[in-house]
Each structure stands twice: as structure tokens, then as C-alpha cells.
């Protein structure tokens, strides 16, 4: 694969961003207790890890002009200075004032981003002053990392989620630079890499036997990439080469490297079951390091042309790491991993499925670009959605029937209010309204099977009913064997709810269906000018109808949708949705 074009897109990019240090304020911070309102704040906080990564790459680049010397000089001295490094949704309410918290995502990558900035700069004598800034770095170091280690094993240790990865990832990282920078002393990087080492493992643990990330792919790019870059470090630097091996080793016997290609709906799109992005992308970074881990793994149709690797849209801060963070290690590897592994990357198929028979998930790509995904599982799933049974298909990567992903982060969607919103609730997903219920949350899964394409989960127990009320049969026409690319240019996808309760479907929509009497079409457009349209056919159903309905996302923006419901005819055994290319 060629790779010039894409790094030098990247490089012109990083140099194009502006930046700013916002300043904190103690009032924004308190807006989450007052409010629950969480991006005032952390707008201001990203936008200064922004400013941190951009500044960071441009010296690293060969920049040397004083705007960006002192402009890094200023950005870390700044970030030294901040009260709290934690976010006010992992805080106390008096932590600005008493510095008393734990450590959280943000505080872990802020440790991790400034070690690894500090240490790379030390190579090169890349600016004075730089020797006091690590002085300064370490002892913020100690006091916020280590000697709240000594107090407390923190419940993240002893995860297997995104937390788990992250933590232990970026205090890994930070550590590691410190020994390299002749700070920390050996005795004492081994004693906490051995501590960390075992969260690594019970982050494994949780992908279970089939690589899936039941949290949702946004969550499998954060927790791996830092779990990658601990990997990274240890290969480039010769250190703890019998734990690498075990690691790497582990994550080609679970499948985990396969998760990005197994879940792809074609261009640079994602299945977004839980909370994620309803567009949710990667960067091309992840994917080059993990296939230096499994040779056989493929790169998605989206991320190239012919031969060459296509430069990443700057626009939805791919640039920056692949989200709105601007986390320096994910921009680092985004462009070193592309730079050391990408030319090995092998062009993968268009077609072909997979199941991911531990979470329940199927996955299936067509020839022709259209792409159906469909989950089982339960409602007591990391991050979850009460969406046991929903669906997504899509084109080249652009929803037809769409998953909304994650709302806007704030107290009550981690809180009590989680399941009034609707990208959360079953009202804004591909399930069934059942008896006039909705699903429950907390709720264990029905009876699951696939077998010869036919995808059958009871979803009575997440309605709260007698298993066996309600059952959803799903298949693609015609369906391949596993793994195998699927012949058909123009396939179709049929769902069937079966029950004798009441039952209605609900269909959720980015773009808005046209009902034309019994004709139902919608159509997606891609960038390019590209459409395709759609037919909707509810087989045993009533007359549909549509909805406008409207959902705050993850970036705070209101958003509108589209529902389309059908009630099954009275008198029928199922009610069934197909949906094919016209």
C-alpha cells in the first residue's frame, strides 16, 4: 500500500490547525454539579489537549520557530498549572479547591500525553528550559499518580473496560518516559509495571471469545490504542519482550484484531451499536499496528484507492487521532503506524460476513455496497442501550436504517435519566414496540441461535415478558456461508417479529422515506454526489407512518430523525420489514 500521499496530507494538516490554551475556569467546572452540563467545561479542556498534540507534532516535525517553541513551552506550563486534571464528571464538587480526586480517563492521558511529549522532545535539545519542565512534570506526576496509587487499588485495576485500557495505558506510558528520562528509578518502574500489567490482562478478558467490544467501536479504538501504544513502546525500546509476546499473542487468539474489520459497513463506517457515533470512524493508525501484530488482517474498502492509502477527511479531527479530544498519543500513532506499517496493509474484500457469537452481533457486506449488521445480547451490557434485536443497514457506509449511537454526555445519561433519551431508550431503535412496551433496562437476554444465515433472538426478557412471547428472525438474501464474500449484487434484508402480543415496528432514519401508498422508498447520498435508493416493504402490516423526531448527540448538537412504525394486522403470526436496493 502506498502511504506518501497520506503522510503528507497529515503533516500539512497538523500545520494548518489553529490553537489555543482556554484558559479553566472554577465556574465552568461547576456547572456539571449545578447543571449537569459537561461540554461547556470540557470544550475548554480539549480545546488546551488540542493546542498540547498540535504544537507537540509540528516540533516533532521539525518546526523550530519560536511561535511554536514557546507556544509548547507556554501550553505545558499551563496544563502544569491546572487545578484538576480529572474531569468534573469523575470529580467531587470541591475538587478545584481541595485537589482531592482520583484518577480518572483524562488525568491518566494528560500524564501520559506530557511524559511521552517531554521525552521525545529530550532527544534533540529541541527547546531551553526543557529539563525544568520535566522537573516540574514529575513532581505533578508523583503527587497526582503514584501517591494515589499507594493509598488505593482503583476499581479500574481490575476492569476489562475502556477505563481498564486507558488508566493503566497512560500511567504505563508516563512511566516508562520517566525511566527513560532517568527520573524514575528501576526498582520502582518495575514494582508499578507488574501492577499494571495485570489490568492489561482483565482488559483482554472482557472481549471474551469472539473480539467483540460490546461497549461499541468507539470505545474499542480508546482502549486499544493505549494498550497498542504501551506495546509500541516496549518493542521500540527492547523492553518486557515476553509479556509483549503474550499480548500480541492474545489478542490474535481472541480475535480482538479483527474487530474493526469484522464490523465494517463498507467506506469508513462502523457498526454503531452502543454508545457510539452514529457515523463513527477510525483512523488508519490502529489498523496498520494491529495487522503488524496479525499479517492476515485487511484494510477496509473505504480507507484506500487502488493502491494507495486515502488521506483521512481533516474535518472530523482524524487528524487529531480520530475524535475531538486531540489525545496526542492516538495523533502520534495515527501517523507513525501508518508511516512503519502501513505499506503492508492488504486491500480487504467488499463482501463477506461474520458473527460474533459471544455478543451476539452479525455482520454482512455485500458486493454492491449495502450492508446489514443486527444485534442480540442483553440489556445489562458496558454502555448499553436497551436495543436487544436492533439493526442497522447501510450503503458504502451511510445509514439507511440508522443507529443514532451516543447522546450528549451530561449527569443524567449516566444517571437516572439515561434511559428518557431517545438514541439510549428502545423508542430510538430498530426494535419492536411489544404488548405497549417498551424494553426494559437491567434486563438479561433471551434465547439466541444462528444457524445456515437465520439469526433468531427471543427478545421477550427484555420487554419484561414470558420468554417466548416475542421472537425476531433475521436473515440476508441469499445468505453466504460465514466468512465467505456474499455473490449477490442486489440482496435484501428481511426481519420477522413473531408473537401473538401486539406488535409494532419502529424504524429509525437519518435521511427521510417517501410513502407513496404501499410504496416505501428512502435514499442516502454520499459526498461524492453517489445515491442509492431503497424499498421498504412491511409484509402483514398496517398502513406506516412518520415521525420527526429530534435527539441531542454526543457533540451537544440537535439533531433530527425520522421514525417510520407499522402495526402488525390483526389476526397474523409476525409482522415482517424487507428492505432491498431498487
Known amino acids: 500500500m502506498k502511504v ?5 496530507t497529515y503533516r500539512e494538516n497538523v500545520f494548518k490547525r489553529s490553537v489555543e490554551y482556554i484558559p479553566l475556569k472554577k465556574a465552568d467546572f461547576m456547572l456539571f454539579f449545578e447543571t449537569g452540563d459537561r461540554l461547556c467545561y470540557e470544550r475548554k479542556y480539549f480545546a488546551g489537549r488540542k493546542a498540547l498534540t498540535v504544537l507537540a507534532l509540528r516540533l516533532l516535525f521539525g518546526d523550530r520557530e519560536p511561535a511554536t517553541v514557546e507556544g509548547l513551552k507556554n501550553v505545558i506550563g499551563q496544563i502544569l498549572s491546572e487545578p484538576v486534571w480529572a474531569l468534573p464528571a469523575h470529580c467531587g464538587r470541591d475538587a478545584w479547591d481541595t485537589r482531592e480526586y482520583g484518577i480518572d480517563l483524562f488525568a491518566a492521558e494528560t500524564a501520559g500525553s506530557l511524559a511521552q511529549i517531554l521525552w521525545l522532545t529530550s532527544k534533540d535539545g529541541a527547546f531551553e528550559g526543557h529539563r525544568a519542565l520535566v522537573d516540574a512534570f514529575f513532581a505533578r506526576f508523583e503527587k497526582e499518580i503514584l501517591a494515589k496509587l499507594e493509598k488505593e487499588i482503583f476499581w479500574w485495576e481490575e476492569g476489562d473496560s475502556n477505563w481498564t485500557a486507558v488508566c493503566a495505558g497512560n500511567i504505563e506510558t508516563a512511566a516508562f518516559c520517566l525511566l527513560k528520562m532517568g ?3 528501576k526498582a520502582l518502574y518495575v514494582q508499578l509495571s507488574k501492577r499494571l500489567l495485570k489490568s492489561f490482562y482483565t482488559y483482554l478478558a472482557g472481549f471474551g471469545t469472539d473480539g467483540c467490544c460490546r461497549e461499541g467501536i468507539s470505545y474499542y479504538n480508546y482502549g486499544m490504542h493505549y494498550l497498542l501504544n504501551v506495546l509500541e513502546l516496549w518493542e521500540s525500546e527492547g523492553e518486557h519482550p515476553d509479556e509483549l509476546a503474550e499480548i500480541k499473542s492474545g489478542l490474535n487468539k481472541r480475535y480482538i484484531t479483527r474487530f ?12 454503531a451499536f452502543s454508545d457510539t457515533t452514529g457515523h463513527e470512524s477510525v483512523d488508519a493508525g ?11 488482517l485487511c484494510l477496509p474498502s473505504g480507507f484506500y484507492e487502488g493502491e494507495e492509502l486515502c488521506p483521512a477527511d481533516p474535518s472530523v479531527f482524524v487528524i487529531l487521532g480520530g475524535d475531538e479530544c486531540g489525545r496526542f498519543s492516538m495523533a502520534l500513532g495515527e501517523y507513525n503506524w501508518v508511516r512503519d506499517y502501513g505499506r503492508d496493509l492488504k486491500p480487504g474484500k467488499t463482501g463477506g460476513s461474520a458473527l460474533l457469537k459471544d455478543a451476539e452481533w452479525f455482520v454482512s457486506r455485500f458486493e454492491g455496497g449495502m450492508a446489514f449488521a443486527i444485534k442480540g445480547g442483553n440489556n445489562r451490557e458496558p454502555h448499553n442501550h436497551n436495543d436487544v434485536g436492533s439493526f442497522t443497514v447501510a450503503y458504502k457506509g451511510i445509514p439507511v436504517v440508522a443507529e443514532l449511537g451516543s447522546g450528549e454526555y451530561t449527569a443524567g445519561y449516566f444517571g437516572a435519566d439515561r434511559y428518557k433519551t431517545l438514541c439510549t431508550s428502545s423508542e430510538g431503535h430498530n426494535v419492536p414496540l411489544c404488548a405497549g412496551l417498551q424494553q426494559k433496562e437491567d434486563t438479561e437476554g433471551g434465547a439466541f441461535s444462528f444457524e445456515n444465515g437465520l439469526f433468531i433472538k427471543d427478545l421477550s426478557p427484555s420487554y ?7 421472537q425476531r428472525r433475521a436473515c440476508c438474501l441469499p445468505c453466504g456461508e460465514l466468512l465467505q464474500p456474499l455473490e449477490s449484487k442486489r440482496p435484501s434484508v428481511r426481519i420477522e417479529d413473531h408473537g401473538v402480543v401486539l406488535l409494532v415496528e419502529r424504524l429509525m432514519f437519518f435521511s427521510k422515506p417517501t410513502i407513496d401508498g404501499e410504496k416505501i422508498t428512502v435514499t442516502v447520498k454520499q459526498e461524492s454526489g453517489d445515491s442509492k435508493t431503497f424499498i421498504i416493504k412491511f409484509e402483514n402490516g398496517e398502513q406506516p407512518s412518520l415521525e420527526e423526531l429530534f435527539y441531542t448527540d454526543h457533540n451537544g448538537l440537535k439533531t433530527k430523525v425520522f421514525r417510520l412504525s407499522a402495526k402488525k394486522q390483526e389476526g397474523k403470526e409476525y409482522i415482517a420489514i424487507e428492505i432491498t436496493p431498487a
Open 4 to 8: 506518501d500521499r497520506y503522510l503528507k
Open 260 to 271: 474493526l474489520e469484522n464490523t465494517n459497513l463498507g467506506g469508513r463506517s462502523f457498526v
Open 183 to 185: 527520573l524514575l528509578s
Open 464 to 470: 419484561g415478558l414470558e420468554a417466548g412471547t416475542v
Open 286 to 296: 490502529i489498523i496498520s499496528y494491529l495487522s503488524h501484530i496479525d499479517p492476515g
